[in-house]
Nanobody, 116 residues
């Protein structure tokens, strides 16, 4: 069983930046897809960014040009750099990893709050 632990959330003013981290208990070498999702109060969970080996990252239109997903295999960590944050980015952010074996894992989430 792989465990994911997110961190880096918090309260930030509009225009500010945060970097979220997702540390896994297992190697991410055999990950087929890794992504960041978010869920705002009263809304469905939505995909924010995802990355697959050998392909360019993809982003939700609402975060393009502001968010960057990256990975550090040596640290078994996936990052989400968030710049120019807006109040509408306020949500709980979740890390998701899908392995080549089919294993599908989620973190517990980290709260991001952007004040206007």
């Amino acid at each position: 069983q792989v465990q994911l632990v997110e961190s880096g959330g918090g309260l930030v003013q509009a225009g500010g930046s945060l970097r979220l981290s997702c540390v896994t208990s297992g190697s991410i070498t055999w990950v087929r897809l890794m992504g960041w999702h978010r869920q705002a109060p009263g809304k469905q969970r939505e995909l924010v960014a995802q990355i697959t080996p050998g392909s360019a990252p993809t982003y939700a239109d609402s975060v393009k040009g502001r968010f960057t997903i990256s990975r550090d295999d040596a640290k078994n960590t996936v990052y989400l750099q968030m710049n120019s944050l807006k109040p509408e980015d306020t949500a709980v952010y979740y890390c998701n990893l899908i392995y080549l074996s089919g294993g599908n894992y989620w973190g517990q989430g980290t709260q991001v709050t952007v004040s206007s």
